[in-house]
C-alpha cells in the first residue's frame, strides 16, 4: 500500500482511482462494506483501490478538549487498511481551512483537481464540506457533472446482534467493558499500538513483569483487568503471546496516570522501548485497591488463570473472525 499525504503534486499512477472516502475510525465491519464495493468496482474497471481519510480526525479539530475516543489512530487504521489489499492511501489534513471549505469546492479541488478520481464509493450517511452542507445526493450529482460515479453503501447490521455497525457504538462496548462486543463489530479485535516504558519495577519484585504502556492516542476502555494477546513484532522474542493486563490508576499504590500494565505469559527479555500490539479479548474485572502487597498477589495468580483460561477458548482464539470477515489476522 503506497502512503500519499501530499495531494498537491500527485503522480499520474495514483490518479484515476476508485476511492472509499471516511474516517473508517476502527475499520470495522461496515467500514469494510464500502471498501469491499470500491474493491469490487476497482477490480471491474482495472483502477487502482484507494481511500481517502483524514487526519486528524475532524471531531478532534472542532472538540480539542474532549476525551480521546480514537477507536485507530493512523498507523494503526493504515495496518489495517494495508490488510485489506488498499492500493493507495490518501490522508488529507483537517485544519481550519478544509473545515472552512465549501462542499462544491472539496469536489473541486481535492477529489478532481487533487485526486482525479475515477469514481467514489462512500456510506449512505456520508457529509462532507463547510457545516456538513454535502451530502450523498450533491456528491452524486457534482460527480455526473465532473465525469466520475459515485456509489453510496446501505446500512450494515450485524447478523448476530441486529446493530448497526458503528465506531460510535464500539466505544460504548469498549468503555463498558465489552471488548468482545466491540470485536463483534470491528471484524478482528481491538488493539492497541505504543512503546514500553521504564515503570516502578515492581511487578518483577513480585513475580509478575509488567510491559508499560500509556493510552496516549486513542479511547480509553472500561479500568480493570483484561485477557490479551499482545503481539512482539520484532526479535529477539518476536510472537504472539497470551497475556493478562490491567488498565488503570493502580490505586494500591496511589498512582494518578492512567497505565496499561501487561504480562507476557511464557516471555522473557527486555521489551523496553519496543512497540508492542496489545489486543483486548476479554474483561475479568474492575480494578480495585488491595490491602497489601500479598493480597495483590493472590489476585494476580488468579487474574493469570483466569485469562489462560478464557484465551483458551474457541470463541477467543486468534482468527476467531475470519469466517466474519473473510480475511485472515
Given at each position: 500500500?503506497?502512503?500519499?499525504?501530499?495531494?498537491?503534486?500527485?503522480?499520474?499512477?495514483?490518479?484515476?482511482?476508485?476511492?472509499?472516502?471516511?474516517?473508517?475510525?476502527?475499520?470495522?465491519?461496515?467500514?469494510?462494506?464500502?471498501?469491499?464495493?470500491?474493491?469490487?468496482?476497482?477490480?471491474s474497471r482495472g483502477r487502482l483501490l484507494g481511500a481517502l481519510v483524514f487526519e486528524p480526525h475532524p471531531r478532534e479539530f472542532f472538540q480539542p478538549g474532549a476525551p480521546r475516543f480514537r477507536l485507530t489512530p493512523l498507523p494503526e487504521k493504515a495496518r489495517l487498511l494495508a490488510e485489506l489489499k488498499i492500493d493507495l492511501l490518501y490522508v488529507e489534513r483537517f485544519d481550519a481551512e478544509m473545515a472552512a471549505r465549501p462542499a462544491q469546492d472539496f469536489v473541486s479541488r481535492v477529489l478532481v483537481a487533487g485526486l482525479g478520481v475515477g469514481h467514489i464509493v462512500v456510506g449512505y450517511d456520508f457529509r462532507f464540506g463547510q457545516n456538513r452542507e454535502g451530502d450523498v445526493a450533491f456528491l452524486t450529482r457534482e460527480g455526473a457533472k465532473a465525469g466520475f460515479g459515485v456509489s453510496i453503501t446501505g446500512a450494515v447490521n450485524a447478523s448476530s446482534s441486529g446493530e448497526v455497525y458503528s465506531s460510535s457504538l464500539i466505544r460504548e462496548h469498549l468503555r463498558e467493558g465489552r471488548p468482545r462486543h466491540a470485536a463483534e463489530l470491528l471484524g478482528h479485535w481491538w488493539r492497541i499500538l505504543g512503546p514500553v516504558l521504564p515503570g516502578d519495577q515492581r511487578g518483577r519484585t513480585i513475580g509478575f513483569p509488567t510491559a508499560n504502556i500509556r493510552m496516549n492516542d486513542c479511547l480509553e476502555p472500561c479500568h480493570g483487568v483484561y485477557a490479551v494477546r499482545v503481539e512482539v513484532p520484532d526479535e529477539p522474542g518476536a510472537g504472539l503471546y497470551d497475556g493478562v493486563a490491567n488498565l488503570g490508576l493502580r490505586p494500591t499504590f496511589d498512582k494518578k496516570d492512567v497505565m496499561l500494565e501487561v504480562n507476557l505469559f511464557g516471555f522473557s527479555g527486555d521489551?523496553?522501548?519496543?512497540?508492542?500490539?496489545?489486543?483486548?479479548?476479554?474483561?475479568i474485572r474492575a480494578e480495585r485497591k488491595f490491602d497489601g502487597i500479598e493480597s495483590l498477589k493472590a489476585q494476580i495468580d488468579t487474574d493469570a488463570a483466569a485469562a489462560a483460561e478464557l484465551l483458551r477458548r474457541p470463541h477467543n482464539a486468534v482468527h476467531a473472525f475470519k469466517d466474519v470477515t473473510g480475511q485472515t489476522r
Open positions: 500500500m503506497r502512503l500519499v499525504q501530499d495531494i498537491n503534486e500527485l503522480p499520474a499512477e495514483c490518479r484515476g482511482a476508485v476511492v472509499a472516502i471516511g474516517n473508517f475510525d476502527g475499520v470495522h465491519l461496515g467500514h469494510r462494506a464500502v471498501l469491499a464495493q470500491a474493491a469490487d468496482i476497482g477490480k521489551l523496553y522501548g519496543r512497540v508492542l500490539g496489545v489486543s483486548f479479548v476479554e474483561f
